[in-house]
C-alpha cells in the first residue's frame, strides 16, 4: 500500500485509522471515493474562503450548498456526528457566543444570520478535518491559494476577467478585493516554501515563494510585506526539524525570538520602519486610515465591553462612528481592519475569553506537536496559525464567516490533538 505521507513519519499516527476508501485505492481499485468527495468539498470551500466565488458571481448559492450538504452529512449518522462535536467543543465555543449574542445585540437579525453562518463555516472545517488526513488538507490549501495567484497574475497580463473597483484603482485578478489578493499571496507562499520541503524539493519551493513577490507589489498591502516576511524565520525551522528534538526546540526558540525581538529592537532604534514601507508604498501614515477605524472601535468596545454589540451588528445600524468613518475613511466599510476589534466591538469579553483561550490552546497544541515528530506537516499548521495571527492585527482574517484561515484554525486543534493522541477517531463512516 502506497500512502502520500512524509517518509519519516508513520501514517497511522499522522492521520488517524487508515481508511477502507485509501485500502481500496492500495488494492488498485481508483473508482470515487468518499475521501475524492471531501477534497471537492475542501476545494471548494477553500476557494470561498478566498473570495473567488464572490468574485465570479456565485458566491451565496455556493455556501448555501456547502451549508445544506454539510447538514445531511451531520445528519446521516447523528451518533457519530455526536462524538465528533462532543471532541471539537473548543473550537465551537467562540460560535456559541456569537449566536447567543443574539439575545442583546441591536439587531438581532442580522447577529442571527451571520453568527448562523460562523457556525456552519465552523462545523465545514470540522467535518473535513474528521474525514481527511491534515497533509491532504495542506496541499490542497497551499494548491489552492498558488493557483488563484498565478491565475490573478495571469490576468493582469492578459486580462481574461474584467477589473475588480477598488478605490486605489483597479485590480486585474480573480480576487474581489486587493487585500484578498494579499492575503492569498502570502498563504500561498507559505504553502509552496511547505510543500517544497514536504516534496524533498525545498530549494524549488523557495524559488516559487520569491515568485509571489511581484504578486505582493500589485496588492501593495504592507500587512501582507509584514507577514510575508515571517517566512524568513519559517524556513530554518523546517530545514533543522530533522535533527532532533533538542534541535528542534532551539529552532523555534530562536525564530520565536526573532519573530518579537526584531520589531522591539525596530522601535528602540527609533527608525520608523513602518513609516519607510508606507511611504514607499505610497500609503500615509493612518495605514489608509486604519488608525482612525481603530480608535473608533475601541470607543465601541468601551461602552459594551461584557458582551459587545453583538457578532456582525455594529456595521448594520446608523452610527455616529459608522456614519464618519463611511464618509471620511471608506464608503460602504463594513469592518474594523482587525479581527481583534471586530470580535470585542461584537462580543466583548465574553467572546474575547472563549476565543483568545482557543487560539492559545490551538497554538500550544501545534507547538507541541512539532516538538513530538518534527514532520512539515506539523510545521505548515503551527505557521499558518502564526502568521494570520500578525494579520489579523491588519485584516479581518479570523473571527470571521467564509474565511479559509478561521477555518484551518479549527482544523489545526484536531489535526494536532490527533497527532498527540487527544483526539479520538470515531468508525470511519463518514
Given at each position: ?29 481508483w ?31 455556493g ?42 445585540s ?121 507577514t ?8 530554518p ?44 508604498l ?20 468601551a ?15 446608523p ?112
Amino acid at each position: 500500500m502506497t500512502l502520500t505521507v512524509e517518509p519519516h513519519q508513520d501514517p497511522q499516527r499522522q492521520s488517524g485509522p487508515v481508511s477502507a476508501s485509501v485500502l481500496r485505492r492500495g488494492a488498485g481499485r481508483w473508482w470515487l471515493t468518499r475521501g475524492h468527495l471531501h477534497m471537492a468539498y475542501l476545494i471548494l470551500a477553500a476557494m470561498s474562503g478566498t473570495g473567488v466565488v464572490y468574485r465570479l458571481g456565485f458566491q451565496s448559492p455556493g455556501w448555501m450548498a456547502l451549508y445544506a450538504l454539510t447538514i445531511l452529512w451531520y445528519l446521516r449518522d447523528w451518533r457519530q456526528s455526536a462524538a465528533i462535536l462532543w471532541q471539537a467543543w473548543p473550537v465551537l465555543m467562540p460560535c456559541v457566543i456569537a449566536m447567543a449574542s443574539t439575545l442583546w445585540s441591536v439587531n438581532p437579525p442580522v447577529t442571527a444570520y451571520r453568527s448562523f453562518q460562523l457556525t456552519m463555516t465552523t462545523l465545514i472545517a470540522v467535518r473535513i478535518a474528521s474525514a481527511i488526513p491534515a497533509h491532504h488538507t495542506m496541499i490542497v490549501v497551499s494548491l489552492t491559494s498558488a493557483v488563484g495567484v498565478a491565475l490573478s497574475y495571469l490576468n493582469s497580463i492578459v486580462t481574461f476577467l474584467s477589473p475588480a473597483f477598488h478605490p486605489n484603482g483597479a485590480l486585474k485578478g480573480i480576487y474581489m478585493h486587493k487585500n484578498s489578493l494579499a492575503k492569498a499571496t502570502v498563504n500561498a507562499a507559505h504553502g509552496l516554501v511547505t510543500l517544497g520541503f514536504y516534496w524533498r524539493l525545498s530549494i524549488l519551493g523557495m524559488l516559487a515563494a520569491a515568485l509571489m513577490i511581484p504578486v505582493l507589489g500589485m496588492a501593495q498591502s504592507a500587512g501582507a510585506y509584514v507577514t510575508f516576511a515571517i517566512l524568513a524565520i519559517y524556513v530554518p525551522v523546517l530545514w533543522i526539524r530533522r535533527w532532533g528534538g533538542t534541535a528542534r526546540r532551539v529552532a523555534l526558540l530562536f525564530s520565536l525570538m526573532v519573530l518579537f525581538l526584531v520589531p522591539l529592537a525596530i522601535y528602540i532604534s527609533g527608525i520608523d520602519a513602518l513609516g519607510l514601507l508606507l511611504e514607499r508604498l505610497g500609503k500615509d501614515s493612518t495605514l489608509t486610515g486604519r488608525t482612525v477605524i481603530w480608535a473608533f472601535g475601541l470607543e465601541e468596545i468601551a461602552k459594551a465591553p461584557i458582551g459587545g454589540v453583538g457578532f456582525g451588528a455594529f456595521w448594520s445600524v446608523p452610527s455616529y462612528a459608522r456614519l464618519y468613518i463611511e464618509a471620511y475613511v471608506d464608503e460602504g466599510l463594513y469592518w474594523f481592519h482587525n479581527s481583534y476589534i471586530e470580535l470585542m466591538v461584537g462580543n466583548g469579553l465574553l467572546g474575547a475569553v472563549t476565543f483568545f483561550g482557543l487560539l492559545i490552546a490551538v497554538v500550544i497544541r501545534c507547538f507541541r506537536w512539532y516538538l513530538q515528530d518534527g514532520s512539515v506537516t506539523s510545521g505548515y499548521y503551527l505557521f499558518y496559525v502564526l502568521i494570520n495571527l500578525v494579520a489579523a492585527l491588519s485584516d479581518n482574517v479570523i473571527y470571521n464567516e467564509h474565511s479559509i484561515r478561521h477555518m484551518l484554525i479549527a482544523m489545526a486543534w484536531i489535526y494536532a490533538g490527533r497527532a498527540l493522541g487527544r483526539w479520538r477517531d470515531v468508525p470511519p463512516r463518514i
